[in-house]
């Protein structure tokens, strides 16, 4: 598999291609300003003693404290997560919001402990790194398989260690533990608004069928966000496998089946497909919402979606995405897509930072315009320089990043 973090500096040298950054500005975003590792040791229910290696990169800090997730995935590593840092810093410049790029990790299968035997692994990487943390330093946030509770075990171990009661050095929290209004569907329908803003640029149909690559909370809730608005979703894949049903998948009804079952893989009326066949399945819009390099080089030229919504991480590789614009697929590119968590996890580190609480509404409603603000900018880029969305996007980052680390 592609090492992702080289991916991640090719997607920088090819935006660079379009627009000249100054060399030294460059260099400087080749590598993080710091990253740690730590041996997490964790005693487990059988009493042997199991140590677990633990990540935090800190990328870039010119717009802020970093933010990022912090990943348990059994193929977590440094590239990994350096990579994802990278991305955090750019997307928090697409979104505008004051905030620089970290990320965390542990490599771990997180299915495999005891819910026990993961509160200690989340104390332990908390213990690990609370001296790098802070609200006004580093602020984490969950990622793939961590979940608000994992967040407050987090958030209570660093008041511990600390003594800050705020809660602002954690977001993604439950609502009764300072977490905001909106948080848990904020990524997939940020996606959403971006895909909503720029359908009429790209002549897409005012009803799209939808396959969606991915489906736990950010797929789940963009299924949800775009059936809502009258698209139809005919193709889902989870971890286990696919389905199709061309005539269109209630998604609650999936929902409950997946919670009943354990997958997607048997949802009446539907017919089982493999996740190769799923990513390439013939449909208005593509979503990979699950883990990086899903389009490569081998199945660009297979990719019968006319419009990919990258609402997973690094789903399509720098070969893929020449392929695919050569084919005139337009790609909206993750740090854009998938920016409305960031978003609205900077909403719940100011509200604890305020002592407030907003409603939904007001939530949703600042969401909105930023993501419908930020799709805008960065379409107008992509035309001013004759470019596809992910350079555009890089760009509009680059330039938000190079301003603040002039000052």
Not at 351 to 371: F, P, T, Y
Request: neutral net charge; glycine residues 10%.
């Amino acid at each position: 598999m592609p090492n992702v973090f080289e991916n991640a500096l090719r997607q920088l040298e090819r935006a660079n291609q379009v627009k000249k950054f100054p060399e030294d500005f460059l260099t400087l975003l080749h590598q993080p300003q710091r990253e740690v590792r730590a041996h997490i040791p964790v005693r487990m229910d059988d009493g042997t003693l199991r140590v677990f290696e633990g990540y935090r990169v800190e990328y870039n800090n010119a717009r802020g404290p970093y933010k990022g997730g912090i990943r348990f995935h059994p193929e977590t590593d440094i590239n990994e997560v350096k990579a994802l840092a990278f991305w955090m810093t750019l997307k928090c410049a697409v979104a505008n919001l004051p905030m620089g790029g970290g990320k965390g990790g542990i490599t771990v299968d997180p299915k495999k402990l005891s819910k026990t035997e993961l509160e200690k692994l989340a104390r332990g990487w908390m213990r690990a790194f609370a001296d790098i943390l802070g609200p006004r330093k580093d602020v984490p946030a969950p990622d793939v398989n961590t979940t608000p509770e994992i967040m407050v075990w987090m958030v209570d171990e660093y008041a511990k260690i600390t003594g800050d009661k705020s809660g602002a050095v954690i977001t993604g929290k439950p609502l009764d533990k300072g977490g905001s209004e909106g948080r848990g569907p904020a990524t997939g329908l940020g996606g959403f608004y971006v895909f909503d803003k720029l359908r009429a640029y790209y002549e897409l149909p005012e009803k799209c069928a939808v396959v969606v690559h991915g489906f736990g909370n950010v797929g789940l809730n963009a299924a949800e966000s775009f059936e809502r608005a009258g698209h139809k979703i005919i193709g889902v894949a989870d971890s286990r496998g696919a389905i199709r049903k061309i005539d269109g998948i209630k998604v609650a009804e999936l929902i409950e089946h997946k919670n009943k079952t354990g997958s997607v893989v048997g949802f009446a009326g539907s017919e089982s497909i493999t996740h190769a066949e799923n990513i390439i399945s013939e449909c208005d819009i593509l979503i990979p919402a699950a883990l990086e390099n899903q389009i490569t080089a081998q199945n660009a030229s297979q990719i019968k979606a006319k419009f990919i919504l990258e609402l997973a991480n690094g789903p399509i590789t720098p070969e893929a995405d020449d392929i695919l614009f050569e084919r005139g697929i337009p790609v909206v590119p993750d740090i854009l897509a998938n920016s409305g968590g960031v978003t609205v996890s900077t909403f719940e580190w100011e509200q604890n930072l305020k002592g407030e609480h907003w409603g939904e509404k007001e939530v949703l409603e600042k969401l909105k315009k930023i993501m419908e603000t930020e799709a805008q900018n960065v379409f107008t880029k992509s035309q001013e320089l004759k470019t596809d969305l992910r350079r555009a996007a890089f760009i509009l980052a680059l330039e938000r990043i190079q301003t603040a680390t002039e000052l």
